[in-house]
């Protein structure tokens, strides 16, 4: 039976892959690990429009319980994409944000290699500056909204260079009143200076209560150090794992020689 890639499969469709990534103590304790997730990158990515990275060890926290370790990588995989997938289908209009990011705006932004990032500033219900300067006030909101870009650039699903962006997207998501021109400006220039060379777009979701989201998008990376790395280190994998076949072929040969002349039962 011939087989049909997702790309014949699906037509004109974008396919997009989210590739988790192994533990650092899952590379070290088996050689075919790194190899095996080498050939699945590779695979994947010449049949997929964009390859979601996402390190698993980056959010290992060493404090905690296996399973809670888990849960809550888990977590911080799905977290990024909530407010990034709901922008654009919203249907409560006093949700729907003045510069709405759909499914456009994604489609022209993911490509190639791609890690995505969530940061989140907490804001106070009762804000101090409600009754003082509408410059402290800006002020404020602004420093909220870098520290929660920060943050999402900080909490990257996989460690790279900003700089090797060529696409690049963000979307804030805050109560109304807490976001303005200014804000989103700033945001923008930020990440200008992270990602000189990256077409960048944006937009807001007035939705939450508390607090300044940030989900931040880094595509069509031209250079991947930790992909890289599993190249190189699997081409020397390859020659290890076939030198132990060609040893352990060599003994098991062995052993059936020398018992070449006792009867069998068989």
């Known amino acids: 039976m011939e087989q049909v890639s997702w790309k014949e499969r699906y037509g004109d469709r974008p396919v997009y892959a989210l590739i988790i990534l192994p533990f650092e103590h899952e590379e070290n304790n088996e050689e075919r690990t790194i190899y095996n997730t080498a050939t699945c990158l590779k695979s994947v990515s010449q049949v997929a429009d964009a390859v979601i990275l996402v390190d698993n060890q980056r959010y290992v926290r060493k404090d905690a319980s296996i399973r809670n370790n888990i849960a809550r990588i888990n977590a911080m995989i799905a977290e990024p994409f909530y407010n990034l997938l709901c922008a654009g289908e919203e249907k409560k209009r006093k949700h729907i944000g003045a510069k709405t990011l759909d499914a456009g705006d994604i489609l022209q932004t993911i490509v190639g290699w791609t890690v995505i990032g969530f940061g989140s500033s907490k804001l106070s219900l009762i804000s101090p500056f409600r009754q003082s300067s509408g410059f402290r006030e800006k002020s404020t909101e602004t ?3 870098i520290h929660a870009m920060d943050e999402a650039i900080g909490e990257l699903s996989l ?3 900003p700089r090797d962006a060529n696409r690049a997207l963000y979307l804030l998501s ?10 989103v400006k700033e945001l923008g220039d930020y990440l200008r200076d992270l990602a000189p060379k990256a077409i960048i777009r944006n937009g807001d979701y007035p939705r939450q209560k508390g607090a300044l989201d940030v989900t931040v998008i880094l595509s069509e990376l031209d250079s991947v ?6 190249y190189c280190v699997s081409t020397d994998v390859i020659e290890v794992i076939k030198r132990k076949r060609e040893e352990c072929d060599s003994k098991l040969k062995d052993i059936d020689e020398a018992a070449r002349d006792i009867p069998s039962l068989l």
């Open 143 to 145: 420093h909220k909204g």
């Open 159 to 161: 460690t790279c260079n």
């Open 174 to 183: 805050a109560p109304a009143k807490e976001m303005n021109m200014d804000l």
């Open 225 to 230: 150090a930790k992909v890289k790395d599993y």
